[in-house]
């Protein structure tokens, strides 16, 4: 296994209180490609199966969607927009040379539509593959939240404010379906429609949790994901908030945005999203 880290430092204010991101996420890919797919059904991929259903799901989440997460992935790092938040690290090897990491190791750069299209489904007549399910990434982020009495103590400069949150517990069968009406009840919460926010991250556990918020919610594709989602880039569980809302941040800032959504669901069918607006 090779592994990088990376760095992200966004403070956000909520109230009369603001939040600071800090994540450390390291990325491993295995040396040789997996051989096979472990046969087992969870709940994860019992919802991502019925989701699927959907014809647009259907058409899209098989090979179009990973090919276009790995697509968006290596542009944006291609065009550096992933250095505000990496930490290069220089790692020892057992030649005693150190090897510096400072790009996310999953990106499939020559992404091939018709390979990925050809990969065999875990199921008969399913659409669920090793392409389209979030690849097996490690990690750890925190978050920091703090008054503005200590940012003005500090010195911490503000970049975003939480405008709303919300969450919510939907049908634990259908898991990831969690951020649809997570997002419905953020959106009510601030007063706002999906028409008032520049980009949206929504969490790819497997390819068909964007697709599927998507046709449920009308959202234009083209600020969906914008830089690739974690079927490029990974999922590691327990730090994938706190570092899509360290991407969600500078690429609102990059772009000239102000307010960002991001939405992902959790075990069990809970579900929370997070609506950001920049400072």
């Known amino acids: 296994m090779r592994r990088l880290f990376k760095f992200s430092l966004p403070v956000l204010l909520l109230g009369g209180s603001v939040v600071v991101f800090l994540w450390l996420k390291a990325s491993q890919v ?88 050809g990969l065999q489904p875990l199921a008969e007549n399913g659409i669920i593959s090793a392409a389209n399910a979030s690849q097996i990434t490690d990690g750890a982020s925190a978050v920091l939240v703090a008054s503005e009495q200590a940012v003005k103590e500090f010195g911490l400069k503000p970049l975003a404010r939480i405008h709303a949150m919300a969450v919510v517990g939907s049908d634990p069968t259908m898991v990831l379906e969690g951020p649809i009406p997570a997002t419905e009840k953020v959106l009510k919460r601030a007063g706002m429609t999906l028409a008032d926010i520049d980009l949206y991250e929504v969490n790819e556990a497997f390819g068909s949790v964007p697709l599927a918020w998507m046709n449920a919610l009308g959202a234009d594709y083209d600020k969906l994901n914008v830089n690739g989602g974690a079927q490029a880039l990974g999922h590691p569980l327990g730090a994938t908030g706190a570092k899509l809302m360290g991407t969600l941040v500078y690429e609102l800032k990059r772009r000239g945005g102000r307010y960002g959504l991001l939405a992902i669901c959790e075990g069990l069918g809970t579900a929370n999203a997070t609506i950001i607006e920049v400072l």
């Open 30 to 117: 295995p040396d040789q490609p997996i051989e096979a797919i472990e046969k087992t059904w969870t709940v994860t991929t019992v919802s991502a199966q019925r989701q699927s259903l959907s014809p647009t799901v259907r058409l899209y989440g098989r090979s179009e969607s990973p090919h276009e997460s790995h697509r968006r992935a290596a542009a944006a790092t291609e065009a550096g927009r992933f250095k505000q938040e990496i930490l290069p690290l220089d790692v020892p090897q057992e030649n005693g040379e150190r090897l510096r990491h400072d790009v996310d190791e999953g990106i499939r750069w020559d992404a091939d539509l018709d390979a990925i299209s």
